[in-house]
């Protein structure tokens, strides 16, 4: 299978590209950009005139809900919803039903993956079996099964010295360990942040502290045992002062913040609206801004979608008994270019929160365009206006704080592998 | 964002849900109403035609025989026919939703929902749920809202002090967890009250309490001074864990009104209580019973203020 | 239309209640209009009796189409309505739901021997078979023609018709 891509603009934050060139594709893979190769003829020509091409994205957190919660979403509807997307490769955490704690379970997800031929799975593993937080999982042969890095998803890890364990254990194999920084004995009762909005409504507060005081230890550990740590969705303008700090002093720290907490705040929970119920909750106007001028400033690396498809039934119970989460494979770009023309970032750069930086966090080869490299690419119009609805959305979660909102940013056609997997119905 | 539905479009009451939000007028539109229904409550047949016929149906999904009674004994003044609903927690794990529960009461052709629930913002969501025709009241939701019980404090405020732009008030003990004081707090400043204030240890006041329009106190000789309006809050059993108070006796001594708290309040002040009350706890015996107490009148107000919600969302 | 002099319908009312004067007779007015003429009544027949009023908001028959009136005022009878001889006054009796309100509204106080209605105006258009003792003056005025008694900041009565709308 040959293809050519033509008259796109090609953006490729990772070998810092941004040009009007055409794109050769042979055998899964990007044969030349710009030039034609000799006696190159394309079985396929895709005209991208007015479109961007560029790598296809990368999402550090998305919920597949396999194995165990199948009714939500199956492998296949949230893969189809991923490449909708734009996003060719995706990291999921490990609290599936069972966890993902032992081999036979990763091998089994990344052959189902990959049977589907479509986005690649990349599994993150649990720390310790069963996400309980007391015994150690086989770390170095779950990374031999496939998984990428490792962490407690959202299950609290309140002991200190298992944490310090799972660090330098991981630190022996030189694995990443990617963690959540949430105190739970602060957060446990609570359902959004405690400020304003919350003593307003009289919901149970999660102080911005459950934050800071967990990411401190994280950073003091990581210090103490030299793993590389990755902190995942961070929500308070102090967590991204400490990790400016700790990236400041040479710490192997990254972090992430999810797509929602770019643009909404406490306020928007409105009067209980349950599709801002998150984790992390929501905070204030001040942590929303820190948390864009972190992200500008690179101190925040990625944006992930946090993609957690919950079905109708459980969101719709009152605010504080329906289950934290949102859809988000299918916003992720969209969320990531409103944040761009806000916030006036060029949108080379604001790519590279989706392509570049987290694939130099998962480590897995992706996220860029080169030749000789896998064509693994999307291609959106910029200007393309669509609306967020639940016929419109290829994931089976349809909750969203966005829905009814007219979206900016259109994915036309996604490739992984050199084949075509995706291709927007014309409108 | 969701927004707060309980005012039509044509400006009328729907839904009470929460004081927040509502104006000034119609705050005084319900406590006009509720003085004429005061007469009859007065009267031989305590009884008015008004909604002769609806089905009025008493949504409990938390247990409290108190107000569900006053709210009965307002729908039956009004007529109305009333159905008392208690449903358990049980019947909610057996696997049916609370939007399956109401859904279901709807096709039985309600006309009006008192709910009462356990989960902040409860009322909100089955409002936004019922057909256009059905009306809903927040008998209480979670620490949110209980709109009806702020709205009688206020009726009886201004039967006992007449004009609320000149008053003090003070709110006294759990506000963390109460959606009366909650509900109060809205009532007070959307009426004109100048001072708002509240007074408990810090455990039992929410962060930033102050956005609400209050001054928080943390001591009572300092925030009972020249107060006009005392307005006790139930202190449940339970926050005596959770490390939110070291015992009941420490909160009686610093917290509970006694009569010699109470005489650093203006000479002139009422003490009201939303009840059950706990003796020897928030209050002394002698202040709930003594001269300065108009507990007793807010329950006889406390009718009347329903009827009065009733009757004009059920004309809506 | 010219309508006779406001005070003179008055005066012919009150002419026709003092012929049937009794004595422990007590006078209650329907809000708003009623109440005021009940009040003038009161005073023109020197009455020491007390002076009763009616809100019958919570009695109409057509709440579920308009709902409850913005300004509901609380109804006082300050006498035992058992065994009492009253006469009910309002402004103006037309389809007669507003006297048949009254009354309901009048036996959830008690049951009193005898009750009488008394009208400054009879327009005619009843839909219930209520007719008034005492009447002031009889109109004969198309169905939606309005007639109004309005109060001035004297507390004079003016009884007024509204002009004609054009269709």
Same mark, same amino acid.
């Given at each position: 299978m040959k293809i050519h891509i033509k008259n796109g603009r090609l953006i490729d934050p990772a070998n810092n590209q941004d040009r009007h060139a055409d794109l050769f594709i042979a055998a899964g893979k990007v044969?030349?950009?710009g030039e034609e190769p000799l006696g190159f003829h394309a079985n396929q020509e895709i005209d991208a005139q007015g479109l961007v091409v560029c790598p296809g994205f990368v999402d550090l957190a998305a919920r597949l809900r396999e194995p165990g919660y199948e009714y939500r979403a199956t492998l296949e509807s949230e893969m189809g919803a991923a490449i909708a997307g734009g996003i060719t490769s995706l990291a999921c955490p490990p609290d599936t039903d069972p966890p993902l704690d032992e081999p036979g379970l990763v091998e089994m997800l990344k052959y189902r993956a990959k049977s589907l031929n479509q986005a690649h799975v990349f599994p993150v593993g649990a720390l310790t079996l069963g996400l309980s937080g007391e015994t150690l999982t086989e770390m170095a042969e779950l990374r031999d099964a496939g998984c990428v890095a490792f962490s407690h998803a959202e299950?609290?890890?309140?002991?200190a010295l298992v944490l310090m364990r799972v660090m330098q254990y991981a630190a022996t194999f030189d694995l990443s360990v990617w963690l959540r920084a949430q105190d739970a004995s602060l957060s446990?009762?609570?359902?959004?942040?405690?400020?304003e909005v919350a003593t307003r409504l009289g919901l149970p507060g999660i102080p911005a502290c459950a934050e800071t005081i967990a990411l401190s230890r994280i950073l003091q550990l990581a210090k103490e045992t030299g793993a590389r740590i990755h902190v995942c969705r961070i929500s308070s303008s102090e967590s991204v002062e400490m990790i400016r700090e700790a990236k400041k002093q040479g710490l192997a720290v990254t972090c992430d913040i999810s797509a929602n907490h770019i643009h909404l705040s406490?306020?928007?929970?409105?009067?209980?609206?349950?599709?801002?119920?998150?984790i992390p909750p929501l905070r204030s106007l001040r942590d929303r801004d820190a948390l864009r001028r972190g992200l500008k400033e690179g101190v925040i690396d990625a944006v992930c979608s946090d993609h957690t498809p919950v079905d109708d039934d459980a969101k719709l119970l009152p605010f504080a008994e329906a289950e934290p989460g949102a859809t988000g494979l299918e916003l992720l770009l969209p969320l990531v270019l409103k944040w761009a023309e806000e916030d006036k970032v060029p949108l080379i750069d604001a790519l590279s929160r989706i392509t570049r930086h987290p694939a130099r966090i998962l480590d897995?080869?992706?996220g860029h365009l080169a030749r000789?490299?896998?064509?693994?690419l999307c291609i959106f119009d910029p200007q393309g206006y669509w609306k967020v609805e639940p016929k419109s959305l290829?994931?089976?979660?349809?909750?969203?704080?966005?829905?009814?909102f007219e979206m900016k940013g259109r994915v036309i056609c996604t490739l992984v592998g050199g084949h075509v997997v995706y291709r927007a119905n014309h409108s | 964002m969701q927004n707060n539905r309980q005012i039509n479009k044509s400006g009328?009451?729907?839904?009470?849900?929460?004081?927040?939000?509502?104006?000034v007028s119609m705050l005084h539109h319900i406590l006009d109403t509720a003085e004429s229904f005061v007469g009859v409550t007065e009267?031989?047949?305590?009884?008015?035609?008004?909604?002769?016929g609806k089905a009025i149906f008493?949504?409990?999904?938390?247990?409290?025989t108190r107000t569900r009674t006053t709210f009965e004994i307002a729908a039956k003044r009004l007529s109305a026919d009333v159905i008392n609903l208690n449903i358990s927690a049980s019947s909610q794990s057996k696997g049916e939703t609370l939007l399956d529960t109401v859904n279901n009461l709807s096709a039985?052709?309600?006309?009006?929902f008192i709910v009462r629930h356990a989960q902040s913002g409860a009322a909100h969501l089955i409002a936004r749920h019922v057909a256009p025709e059905i009306h809903v009241i927040n008998a209480g939701d979670g620490r949110h809202a209980h709109p009806t019980q702020a709205l009688l404090d206020m009726y009886t405020i201004r039967h006992f002090?007449?004009?609320?732009?000149?008053l003090r008030v003070a709110i006294i003990g759990?506000?963390?967890?109460s959606r009366v004081a909650r509900s109060q707090i809205h009532a007070l400043t959307t009426l004109g009250v100048p001072e708002v204030r509240v007074i408990a240890p810090k455990t039992l006041l929410p962060k930033?309490?102050?956005?609400?329009?209050v001054h928080a106190y943390h001591d009572m000789s300092k925030g009972l001074k020249d107060v006009d309006v005392l307005l006790m809050l139930r202190l449940q059993n339970?926050?005596?864990?959770?490390?939110?108070?070291?015992s009941a006796q420490e909160y009686f001594k610093y917290y509970g009104l006694t009569p010699e708290k109470l005489?650093?309040?203006?000479?002139d002040a009422i003490v009201m209580h939303p009840g059950p009350m706990n003796r020897g706890i928030e209050i002394d015996s002698s202040v709930a019973d003594g001269?300065?107490?108009?507990i007793l009148p807010q329950v006889t107000f406390g009718i009347a203020v329903r009827m009065a919600v009733m009757s004009i969302l059920a004309g809506s | 239309m010219e309508l006779p002099k406001t005070h003179e319908i008055l005066e012919k009312l009150a002419a026709a209640i003092r012929a049937e004067l009794t004595e422990d007779m007590v006078i209650v007015g329907i809000h708003t209009g009623g109440a005021w003429l009940a009040r003038e009544l009161h005073r023109t027949l020197g009455l020491s009796s007390p002076l009763g009023t009616l809100d019958i908001s919570f009695y109409r028959d057509d709440f579920e189409r308009? *709902?409850?009136?913005?300004e509901v005022k609380p109804s006082d009878?300050?006498?035992?309505?058992? *065994?009492s001889d009253i006469l009910l006054v309002d402004d103006v009796l037309f389809t007669g739901r507003t006297v048949r309100a009254a009354i309901n509204e009048l036996f959830d106080y008690g049951r009193p021997a005898r009750v009488r209605l008394a009208v400054l105006v009879d327009r005619g258009g009843r839909e219930l078979p209520i007719e008034a003792g005492f009447t002031g003056i009889r109109l004969d005025l198309d169905e939606h023609r309005m007639i109004d008694l309005l109060r001035n900041e004297i507390g004079e009565l003016e009884l007024k018709l509204r002009p004609e709308t054009g269709v």
């Open positions: 044969v030349s950009i299950r609290p890890l309140d002991n446990r009762i609570g359902v959004a942040h405690e400020g406490e306020m928007d929970i409105g009067f209980f609206d349950s599709n801002c119920h998150l897995a080869g992706c000789g490299h896998a064509a693994d290829k994931s089976q979660g349809k909750n969203t704080p966005f829905i009814g | 009328e009451l729907q839904h009470l849900l929460t004081i927040e939000g509502l104006p009267r031989e047949v305590k009884k008015v035609p008004l909604l002769r008493n949504l409990f999904f938390e247990p409290s039985m052709h309600a006309d009006m002090k007449r004009d609320f732009h000149e759990d506000v963390m967890h930033g309490v102050e956005h609400l329009g339970e926050r005596m864990q959770g490390a939110l108070l070291p005489a650093l309040a203006r000479p001269p300065q107490s108009v | 308009i *709902g409850l009136h913005p009878i300050p006498f035992d309505v058992d *065994g």
